[in-house]
């Protein structure tokens, strides 16, 4: 079976920081884009970063670009997102996805992200 497994939440002080890391199992992502998205309690989910295939180019959400940063590893089948500078407004569930054309088909469950003020 197909699955995504997000770690490295927790809770941290404004200003801090938190590497997520997502973890993929049944076959290889190698090929497709990836991305994190968060949700926050009564907010929709939204898009945070994504990166293609090769690691060549990401893209960010307004509200985190130059703050957090995407990676991924094709050799061990995981994407990574720093976070930096958090804000108590980051605080949400992280999901890691995977897009295999248009949509994200796969999702992980989520690591919780809180950040105190």
């Known amino acids: 079976q197909v699955q995504l497994v997000e770690s490295g939440g927790g809770l941290v002080q404004a200003g801090g920081s938190l590497r997520l890391s997502c973890v993929a199992s049944?076959?290889?992502?190698?090929?497709?884009?990836m991305g994190w998205f968060r949700q926050a309690p009564g907010k929709e989910r939204e898009f945070v970063a994504g990166i293609n295939w090769s690691g060549g180019s990401t893209h960010y959400a307004d509200s985190v670009k130059g703050r957090f940063t995407i990676s991924r590893d094709n050799a061990k089948n995981t994407v990574a997102l720093q976070m930096n500078s958090l804000k108590p407004e980051d605080t949400a569930v992280y999901y890691c996805?995977?897009?295999?054309?248009?949509?994200?088909?796969?999702w992980g469950q989520g690591t919780q992200v809180t950040v105190s003020s």
């Open positions: 049944g076959r290889s992502f190698s090929s497709y884009a």
């Open positions: 996805a995977v897009r295999l054309v248009v949509k994200y088909d796969y």
